[in-house]
């Protein structure tokens, strides 16, 4: 891949400066000054319109379609499984990139949820069921709930609308699920970045919740609870919610540098369903352009380096240990060119070298640049007692498709906290327009399993000369003991059983996948080797069918060599 001159220079310095350890300096920000709206430049507040008018236009889109879901479903009684499924099938299709859809009768029973599983650990919370019609008629025709947090998902935010039978009598609700990130459109010209001019935006609620944010380990957090020491939010942000609209300028360090740049922020509040929110738009002026660096590694040396953090831990405690991690002078200080650090089981941040201002926020909700959640991967991984991690690291805060490829290496200490270390392994633009496709790929093939039936699905995605394959679209099935039900590539592997499939770092990556379709489906990384040495890294995209199969397909990103990095 050939990247432009001036992008070449720009994420070579913010890998740099990402990579390097360098510890932002403590200075004690500036008191934010306060200004109307009306002073802030007008491309600043054209593109704050648009992204206001962004929002409330999806809103409005998924109310319609929600309302015209809940008119399919007047009248269709619960004991109809095909008739709802077929409805929610629709709306999943219209929504792939959503979490899921479900029909929820009057006495708070769930009569069908697509994909299979997706709401079991979101149903556990009480505010998911503790409202009735009442809580419609007081609120919204529409409701939105959340931020409710998913073990498999992270943060999600629940959008419902009622459902009346024939006579006008409540009947129960349907309801669609999103991942915040999902509801923000990155394409749209509000994510800027020049070689100096750089806008990002962010959203909150009117109570003070991340509702979005570049750093996507804010999200579900509440900007009034935040440390002031914090270097991803600070307490300039409140400002926010003194008042409905305006504009601010306040002192921050832009994404990967010690330096304080001046940021403007304009910002106003708009109502969704019947809920305020903060849109907000960020602009800062930084240039970058005038540093070189080199990295190498192996990652046999990386896993050398965690082995002996976890030998170290072991003798020295948990104490010493995340001091030796934060320290810069401390035993693991040469190692520059890596990033270590140590999380509890749930995601808390315990120890970092290069941005030790972050420890105590759990991150278990950030986010890399195809969506993976790799701090959750991270200690998922820990729970199968450790290994490596591959994950795709946004390098801007203005626009997630400059990302480095990541490597990390964990170990458990013991069953509540894991120390590890990271390095870059390539510079790549990520193509989300191929994520969205292998989605919209698996997420059409359940509607065939569902209109068609499993023999009939089968025996298409089998077919050379089908329309799926036909279309470049290749579905892989297995049962959940790990039995291959199809196969489009490798047809001879039908029938077999693919638990035995590892990667080249040894980890069981059908045993993942089917552990993930359990839990509702999802995305994953896999590394396979080339014959000519090379590795090439795969996005896996896996739902659910019911209790006993699951359906995945697959696409290719990254070409690379794994025994050095040079950048």
């Given at each position: 891949m050939t990247f432009p001159k001036a992008v070449t220079i720009i994420i070579i310095v913010v890998l740099f400066l990402l990579v390097s350890g360098c510890v932002q300096s403590q200075q004690q920000e500036e008191v934010p000054y306060l200004f109307p709206i009306s002073d802030a430049s007008p491309e600043v507040v054209t593109a704050l319109d648009h992204f206001s008018a962004d929002l409330v236009a999806q809103a409005n889109a998924i109310d319609l379609d929600l309302s015209n879901a809940a008119t399919a479903l007047s009248g269709v009684p619960g004991y109809e499984e095909s008739k709802i499924a077929g409805v929610l099938w629709d709306l999943y299709n219209m929504y792939p990139l959503s979490v899921g859809v479900t029909r929820v009768g009057p006495d708070g029973r769930e009569y069908k949820t697509?994909?299979?599983?997706?709401?079991?650990?979101?149903?556990?919370?009480?505010?998911?069921?503790?409202?009735?019609?009442?809580?419609?008629?007081?609120?919204?025709?529409?409701?939105?709930?959340?931020?409710?947090?998913?073990?498999?998902?992270g943060e999600v935010l629940h959008i419902r609308h009622p459902v009346y039978d024939s006579d006008g009598e409540y009947d129960g609700y349907v309801g669609i699920s999103f991942i915040y990130s999902y509801m923000i459109n990155r394409s749209e010209a509000y994510f800027m970045q020049t070689n100096t001019t750089h806008y990002f935006p962010a959203l909150y609620d009117s109570q003070g919740e991340v509702v979005y944010h570049p750093d996507t380990g804010l999200i579900g957090e509440n900007v009034m609870e935040l440390s002031e020491e914090s270097q991803s939010i600070l307490k300039h942000t409140e400002a926010i919610f003194m008042q409905p609209e305006g504009m601010m300028k306040y002192l921050y360090y832009p994404f990967g540098s010690e330096i304080l740049i001046e940021h403007t922020a304009v910002w106003k509040t708009i109502d969704v369903y019947g809920r305020e929110f903060r849109p907000n738009i960020v602009k800062y002026e930084f240039d970058i352009s005038d540093h070189n660096a080199v990295f190498r590694m192996n990652p046999d040396d990386l896993s050398a380096i965690v082995g002996s953090m976890f030998s170290f831990a072991k003798r020295e405690g948990t104490k010493g240990t995340l001091s030796a991690i934060n320290d810069p002078n401390g035993i693991f200080s040469a190692m520059t060119n890596i990033t270590l650090f140590a999380y509890d089981i749930n995601g808390t941040l315990l120890a970092h070298s290069s941005t030790p201002e972050l420890i105590g926020q759990n991150r278990m909700n950030a986010r890399g640049s195809y969506g993976l959640r790799y701090i959750g991967m991270m200690s998922d991984r820990c729970t199968q007692g450790g290994g490596f991690v591959h994950y795709h690291m946004p390098v801007s805060d203005t626009n997630d498709n400059l990302s480095v490829l990541m490597l990390a290496y964990v170990l458990p200490v013991d069953e509540n906290w894991f120390v590890g270390a990271s390095f870059p392994m390539k510079l790549v633009i990520p193509d989300i327009e191929k994520r969205d496709k292998l989605t919209e790929d698996v997420v059409a093939a359940q509607k065939f399993i569902y209109e068609h039936g499993k023999d009939a699905a089968l025996a298409e995605f089998m077919d050379h000369d089908g329309t799926l394959q036909l279309n470049k679209t290749y579905i892989l099935a297995l049962d959940y003991n790990g039995t291959v039900l199809s196969a489009p590539i490798r047809t001879n592997l039908a029938g077999t059983n693919a638990l035995g499939f590892t990667s080249p770092h040894g980890?069981?990556?059908?045993?993942?996948?089917?552990?993930?379709?359990?839990?509702?489906?999802?995305?994953?990384?896999?590394?396979?080797?080339?014959?000519?040495?090379?590795y090439e890294m795969h996005l896996l995209y896996v739902e659910p069918v019911d209790n006993t199969w699951c359906i995945a397909s697959w696409v290719s990103l990254d070409s690379f060599e794994e025994t050095r990095v040079e950048v």
């Open positions: 697509v994909p299979a599983f997706i709401f079991t650990d979101i149903t556990a919370s009480p505010e998911f069921w503790e409202f009735n019609e009442t809580a419609f008629a007081e609120n919204n025709e529409t409701l939105l709930l959340g931020p409710m947090y998913s073990k498999q998902n980890e069981s990556s059908m045993r993942e996948l089917l552990i993930l379709a359990r839990q509702g489906g999802g995305y994953l990384l896999l590394e396979t080797e080339n014959p000519d040495g090379t």
